[in-house]
């Protein structure tokens, strides 16, 4: 089943290698810097699954968000062991935790 993903806070280079790796199985990889362009583009079009570059606390308040407002976007989350132990507070979002640094075979498997 094709499906539209949507990747959070990802630089550049990763970008392209996500596009040449996974465009072909997914209908659409979407891209965006920022909350406000992630939420944007969840509203403005249907999203399957959120890839999170959980990199500050103030990218919890996505996870959050998108718990109560968009509770049908699988999010998968790439953490960094240090805030390993703030995810967990998070317990009552629905979440797959992908850590970081991941391979795109790791990503697949969640998806």
């Known amino acids: 089943m094709k499906r539209t993903l949507l990747f959070v806070g990802f630089d550049v280079p990763v970008e392209h290698e996500i596009r ?3 465009t072909e199985r997914f209908t659409e990889c979407l891209f965006a810097r920022t909350a406000a362009q992630a939420i944007r583009v969840a509203e403005d079009r249907p999203v399957d699954c959120i890839i999170l570059n959980f990199c ?3 990218d919890a308040a996505m996870i959050r968000y998108f718990s109560r407002y968009h509770a049908g976007i699988q999010l998968v989350l790439s953490v960094s062991k240090e805030f390993d132990e703030a ?3 998070f317990n009552e979002g629905h979440y797959s935790r992908l850590p970081r640094p991941f391979r795109l075979e790791e990503l697949r498997e969640i998806l």
Request: hydrophobic share 45%; glycine share 0%; proline share 0%.
């Open 20 to 22: 040449d790796s996974l």
């Open 56 to 58: 500050t606390l103030n």
């Open 87 to 89: 995810i967990s507070i």
